[in-house]
Nanobody, 112 residues
Framework: QVQLVESGGGLVQPGGSLTLSCAAS????????MSWYRQAPGKEREFVAT???????NYEDSVKGRFTISRDNAKNTVYLQMNSLKPGDTAVYYC??????WGKGTLVTVSS
């Protein structure tokens, strides 16, 4: 069964860090583009970052230099390291693969 399960969200103060995980089953993450998206309250889902089969990465402008997407092939898991978090980063974060439906996401709240 093809499935994505996100985890690692929580409440963090501005300037803090979090690492999100996306565990995949039913397919191999290293053979597809894997992406992170987010949806803030009252807003549409938006692209955050992607990692290609070759390992090249691309980021939405507002997270460049703060977020890092990576992949652990042995664990079949994709990560999103988030540093220097801002209140505007508050959202439900989802990972996505072409072969899988949207998961439930993980909530990140940046607040003092």
């Amino acid at each position: 069964q093809v499935q994505l399960v996100e985890s690692g969200g929580g409440l963090v103060q501005p300037g803090g860090s979090l690492t999100l995980s996306c565990a995949a089953s039913g397919f191999t993450v290293s053979t597809y583009y894997m992406s992170w998206y987010r949806q803030a309250p009252g807003k549409e889902r938006e692209f955050v970052a992607t990692i290609s089969v070759t390992g090249s990465t691309n980021y939405e402008d507002s997270v460049k230099g703060r977020f890092t997407i990576s992949r652990d092939n042995a664990k079949n898991t994709v990560y999103l390291q988030m540093n220097s978090l801002k209140p505007g980063d508050t959202a439900v974060y989802y990972c996505k693969a072409p072969t899988a439906s949207w998961g439930k996401g993980t909530l990140v709240t940046v607040s003092s």
